[in-house]
C-alpha cells in the first residue's frame, strides 16, 4: 500500500528551539537476572512518526515504560524540550505532554466514553463532577479523531476494539500532549480501521504532535513512518534510519544480528496423498459464512485466505466445535462430530490455537508446564490423584521438542515472548497426540525472527505427518506455507487451487471484487445473535 502523505508539520512544531522534542541517552534499566536496557538512545522531533523496532524481548516494552514514568531507569537522561526531566511517575510524565496508549488498552470497561477520557483529572468544584461538561469536552475530542459518532456516554466495553483504541487516544488529547507513544495499535484492526487510524496519526502529526509507533508489521513503517530506531538485546542496533528507503533486509538484519529474509521452509515434493483425515461437508453458519467443502489430509497445509470479517476464523471454530453449524458436518476418519462439541473435536484429535492467545488459551499466571498439559490432565492422574512429576516431564518434553526458550517449565507463561507462548499452545496439542491443527493468526504480536523459526515449525510438524488449517490476515504468509489455499469473500469461498499458482495481488483480487454480496443472516435475528459463541462448560 502507498505510504501515507501527511502534510508537513508546522516550522515552528517541526523544529524547537531547543533541538529535539524528547531525547534519551544511554538508558540502563536491570531486573533480577536480567539487564533489560544496556545504553539505549532514541531522539524523537515534534510533529514526525518515530518508529520503534525489535524483537521480542529487545527492550520495547521496557524503554516505553520509562518514557511513560512507569519504570525508574538506573541510569541515563532523558532531556525533554531541551531540559533534563526525572519521569517518577506516569502522571508526571503526562503532565510534560507524554502520553502512552499499550496494546492491550488501560480502560475501565463498566465506565462511560467520557469517564474514562477524564479519569484521574475529573472535571470537578468541591468534589462534584460536571458531567455534561466533561461528555461535551469529550464530544469535541472523538470529532477531532473522526469519530463524531461515538456517543460520550456509552459504556467503554460496549464498544469495538477499534472504538476502544479512539476512546484511549481521546484520554490521551484530553491533557496538553505533545508526544504519543502507540504500542502495537493496529494488532486488532480490520484495514479500515487501520487506514482510520493512519489518518488521525497524519492529522496529529500534522499539528506538532510526535507519535512513537511500535509495530511488527513493516509494511506499517513504510505507510505512515518518517525515521526509525532499532533495538537488539536491550541496545540501539540503529537510529533515525529513513524509513522509506532503508531496505527491508537491513532492517531484519540489525533486529535480529543475522541476514534474514520472509524466506518460508520449503514445501515437501508433492506425492499420492493418503486418505483425508479431515473433512467438511457443506458447513455453513447463518449469517457468517455460506457452505463450505474441503478435505484436509495428513501432512497438508490448507489455508484460509481473506479479508477480516470474510469467515476464515468463523469456519475455524465452527470445525473445532466452539460455533454450532446452522448446516454440514465436520468427519474425521470418515466419522461425523457432533456439532458444536469442543470436546468431540478434542477426543477425536483436533487442536486450535486460537487468535487471541492470552484471553481464549493460555492461564497466564500458571506455569509453562501447566498450560501445556491443560488438556492431558487425566493422562497424569492415578485414582484422582495428578502426579505433578509426570505432568512436569511430560510437559517439559514437549516444550524441549519446539524449542521453546527459555527451558524451563516452570517459568510463568506470562513472562515468555509471543513466539514463546504460541510455542507452548502448540506443545499443549502435541502433548495430547493432536492430528489436527487448527491455527488462528498464528504470529499475531510475533516478531520477524521468531516468525521464521514458527514457519520452520509448522512446515516440520506437516512433514511430520500433522494436517493443518491456517487462517492468516496477511497473504503472503498463506502462501508461504500452506500447500491449497481456500480464497474468501464475505463469507464465501471464491477459489480453491494450490497456493504455489497464486500471488498476493490475484488474492487481493479476489476478495476485493464484486460479487453476490455477505451471507444473510436468518430472519428475525439480530447481528449480536449471530456472533461466536463463548465455550463455557464445553472446554477440554
Not at 98 to 117: F, G, P, R
Not at 341 to 352: F, M, N
Not at 360 to 376: D, H, I, P
Request: net charge negative; charged share 25%.
Amino acid at each position: 500500500m502507498a505510504p501515507a502523505h501527511r502534510p508537513a508539520p508546522p516550522p515552528s512544531a517541526a523544529h524547537e528551539a531547543t533541538g529535539p522534542l524528547l531525547t534519551m541517552t544511554g538508558i540502563t534499566k536491570s531486573f533480577p537476572g536480567v539487564r533489560a536496557l544496556d545504553g539505549v538512545d532514541l531522539d524523537v522531533t515534534a510533529g514526525e512518526v518515530h518508529c520503534l523496532l525489535g524483537q521480542n524481548g529487545a527492550g520495547k516494552s521496557t524503554l516505553i515504560k520509562v518514557l511513560a514514568g512507569a519504570h525508574q531507569p538506573d541510569g541515563g537522561e532523558i532531556r525533554w524540550r531541551g531540559e533534563t526531566v526525572s519521569l517518577k511517575s506516569p502522571i508526571a510524565a503526562m503532565r510534560l505532554g507524554i502520553a502512552t496508549i499499550y496494546q492491550e488498552l488501560d480502560l475501565v470497561e463498566h465506565m462511560s466514553v467520557a469517564e474514562n477520557v477524564f479519569l484521574g483529572h475529573e472535571r470537578a468544584t468541591a468534589g462534584f463532577v460536571h458531567t455534561a461538561e466533561a461528555r461535551e469536552a469529550t464530544a469535541a475530542l472523538l470529532a477531532r479523531l473522526g469519530h463524531p459518532e461515538i456517543d460520550p456516554g456509552t459504556l467503554v466495553g460496549r464498544l469495538s476494539a477499534a472504538g476502544q483504541q479512539i476512546a484511549s487516544m481521546a484520554r490521551a488529547l484530553s491533557h496538553d500532549v505533545r508526544l504519543i507513544v502507540m504500542d502495537e495499535p493496529s494488532a486488532a484492526l480490520d484495514p479500515d480501521e487501520v487506514d482510520n487510524l493512519f489518518r488521525i496519526v497524519a492529522s496529529l502529526t500534522a499539528s506538532g504532535v510526535a507519535v512513537v509507533h511500535i509495530s511488527h508489521r513493516l509494511e506499517e513503517i513504510r505507510r505512515i513512518g518518517d525515521r526509525v530506531t532499532v533495538l537488539k538485546d536491550g541496545r540501539t542496533a540503529a537510529r533515525g534510519l529513513d524509513a522509506h528507503t532503508t531496505p527491508t533486509r537491513d532492517i531484519v538484519a540489525l533486529m535480529t544480528g543475522r541476514d534474514v529474509e520472509y524466506v518460508f521452509p520449503e514445501r515437501r515434493a508433492a506425492t499420492d496423498r493418503p486418505a483425508p483425515v479431515l473433512s467438511v461437508e457443506g458447513l455453513a453458519r447463518d449469517g457468517e459464512f455460506a457452505p463450505v467443502d474441503f478435505d484436509l489430509h495428513p501432512g497438508e497445509i490448507l489455508g484460509l485466505a481473506g479479508l477480516v470479517g470474510s469467515g476464515r476464523s468463523e469456519i475455524l471454530e465452527t470445525v473445532f466445535g466452539a460455533r454450532r453449524p446452522t448446516a454440514g458436518r465436520v468427519l474425521v476418519d470418515g466419522r461425523p462430530l457432533r456439532p458444536g462439541s469442543v470436546t468431540a473435536a478434542v477426543r477425536a484429535g483436533l487442536g486450535l490455537a486460537p487468535e487471541e492467545r492470552k484471553s481464549q488459551a493460555l492461564l497466564l499466571l500458571e506455569s509453562v508446564s501447566r498450560n501445556v498439559s491443560l488438556s492431558s490432565l487425566p493422562r497424569f492422574a492415578r485414582a484422582g490423584w495428578l502426579n505433578r512429576h509426570a505432568e512436569r516431564a511430560g510437559a517439559h518434553a514437549a516444550t524441549r521438542d519446539l524449542s521453546l526458550r527459555p527451558d524451563d517449565p516452570d517459568r510463568p507463561v506470562r513472562t515468555l515472548s509471543g513466539g514463546n507462548q504460541q510455542k507452548a499452545v502448540l506443545a499443549r496439542w502435541l502433548l495430547r497426540g493432536c492430528r489436527v491443527l487448527l491455527l488462528d493468526e498464528p504470529t499475531r504480536g510475533v516478531d520477524v525472527g521468531a516468525r521464521a523459526e514458527l514457519y520452520a515449525l509448522i512446515r516440520r510438524l506437516a512433514d511430520d505427518g500433522l494436517a493443518v488449517l491456517l487462517v492468516s490476515s496477511e497473504v503472503p504468509e498463506v502462501l508461504g506455507l500452506a500447500d491449497r489455499v481456500l480464497v474468501l469473500r464475505e463469507g464465501r469461498v471464491v477459489h480453491e487451487g494450490d497456493a504455489a499458482a497464486l500471488d498476493e495481488h490475484r488474492v487481493l483480487g479476489l476478495v476485493m471484487s464484486d460479487g453476490p454480496g455477505p451471507v444473510p443472516a436468518p430472519a428475525g435475528t439480530a447481528p449480536e445473535e449471530t456472533s461466536a459463541p463463548t465455550p463455557r462448560g464445553d472446554r477440554p
